[in-house]
C-alpha cells in the first residue's frame, strides 16, 4: 500500500498546527457554524481518505458526504492538498493525543517512551494508511518539528531530568529516535519486518540508545500495553 | 540544498547493482569499447551533477562532456533518470567500498560500526549533494536492500558473532539504526544539528542500540577516525 503526495505538499509547512486551525477570536453565531462546516467537511475528507486514499478522492466526494454545497468548499480550503493537510495535522493531534492518556499514568519515564514508540509500531500493523502517511512525512523533517516531535522532546527530557536517561546530545538522541522509528514502522509496513514483536524490540533499542542498561530496557518494553483507544 | 527526484524514480528498483551494470558474458574488443563509452557517459554525468544538481543537467552536456555523440547517448541509457540511476549506483558502491577500506584493519566489530555510521554522518557535512539523495533514496527502502544495507547486515552480524553486540532481534536492529542515521543525516542537512559532534553522538548511540554497555559505547565512538579516502 502507498498513499501519494506531492512534493510540494510534503514540503510544506502545514504540520504546525497553529498553521492549519483557524484563529477565532470572538465567537460568533457565525464563526461558530463556519466551523462546524469546516469539521465536517474534514470528518467527511478522514473518511473518504481512509476508505479509498487520498488520490482517487474528489472534492465533490467530499462536499456530498458532508452535505455542503461544493462551492462553499473553497470557502475553508484553497485546493484539495489543503484539506488533506487539515485531516493529517487532526491526526497527528489525535495519535499524540492517544498516546498521551495512554501515558498519563505511568510514572517511569522510560515506559513513557516505550508505550510511544510501541504505540506507533502498532499503528503500521493497524493503520498503514495513516502509518504510510507519517513516515513519508517524514522525509520532510515536519513530523519532528509538529506536535508529535514536541511529545518525543518533552519525554526525552523527562527521563533526563530523572536520571533515567542519559544521552550525549538531547538533538542527536531526539532525530536519531524518531529516525529508527520511522525505520521500523517502514520494515512493518513493507512486510520486511514481522509486526508481533517489533514494537517491543525497537522499544527496547531506542531505551539503550537513551542510555538504559540493556536488561532494564528489555523489562520496560515488556510490560504489558494498556489497550490503545485510537482516535 | 536540495536535490530533486521524481518519486518514480525513487520508487524503481534501480539500486540493485546488477540492474545498472551492464553483463559481458564474453568481453570482446566491441563490448569493451561499449563499456567504456557508458564509463565515459557516467563520468561525465557524475562531474555535472556536482556540480550544477541533477535537474539542470541536460543529457547534451552529458555526452560533450564526454566527448561522445549525442545519439550513441540512447546506446547506452532509455533517458536521464537511467544514467542517475548508475551515477548513484557507481556512487553508493563507492562509498561501501571507501568503509571498507577504512575499517579493514579494524578488528573490533563495534569499531566497524562506529566507523561506518560516523562516515556517513561525516558525508552530511562535507558533501550535501550525496547525502541528500541518500537520504531521499531511504524513502524506498532501496538503501537498505542495496550493498550498504548489505554491508550494514554483515557488520552487525560480525559483532553478534563475536558476542560484542546483542539485540532481540536482527531486522529491527538493522532498520531501527538505519532509520536512526537517515534521521542524523538529514539532521546536519537541515542545519537541524551542529555537524561537529554528530557523528560520535550518533555512533556511540548505535552501539548502545546494538546492546554495548554506554561508556564502552562512549570510548569506542570517540577513537580517532582514520583520515576518509571518499570517492
Do not use: C
Not at 33 to 54: H, K, M, Y
Not at 66 to 73: P, R
Not at 126 to 145: C, E, F, G, K
Not at 172 to 193: C, E, K, P, T
Amino acid at each position: 500500500m502507498s498513499v501519494h503526495v506531492t512534493d510540494e505538499f510534503i514540503n510544506s509547512d502545514f504540520l504546525i498546527a497553529s498553521d492549519t486551525v483557524s484563529p477565532v477570536a470572538t465567537p460568533t453565531r457565525t464563526s461558530r457554524r463556519r466551523e462546524a462546516t469546516r469539521a465536517r467537511l474534514v470528518a467527511a475528507a478522514r473518511e473518504l481518505f481512509a476508505e479509498q486514499g487520498f488520490e482517487p478522492t474528489r472534492i465533490n466526494e467530499i462536499t456530498e458526504r458532508a452535505d455542503v454545497g461544493f462551492g462553499s468548499f473553497y470557502n475553508h480550503f484553497a485546493s484539495k492538498d489543503a484539506i488533506v493537510a487539515a485531516v493529517i495535522a487532526t491526526a497527528v493531534e489525535e495519535h499524540g493525543s492517544a498516546v498521551d492518556a495512554l501515558t498519563a499514568d505511568l510514572e517511569d519515564p522510560a515506559e513513557v517512551v516505550a508505550v510511544a514508540h510501541r504505540y506507533f509500531v502498532r499503528l503500521a500493523g493497524d493503520d498503514p494508511i495513516w502509518a504510510w502517511l507519517l513516515v513519508r512525512l517524514d522525509l520532510s523533517h515536519n513530523v519532528l518539528s509538529s506536535a508529535l516531535g514536541e511529545r518525543a522532546f518533552r519525554d526525552l527530557q523527562a527521563g533526563l531530568d530523572a536520571g533515567r536517561f542519559t544521552v550525549a546530545s538531547v538533538p542527536v538522541a531526539l532525530v536519531g529516535s524518531g529516525g529508527a522509528l520511522v525505520g521500523v514502522m517502514r520494515g512493518v509496513l513493507d512486510g520486511a519486518i514481522p509486526a508481533d514483536r517489533a514494537g517491543t524490540d525497537h522499544a527496547a533499542g531506542v531505551l539503550r540508545l537513551f542510555g538504559v542498561p540493556a536488561a532494564d530496557a528489555a523489562e520496560v518494553a515488556e510490560r504489558p500495553l494498556p489497550p490503545a483507544t485510537r482516535p
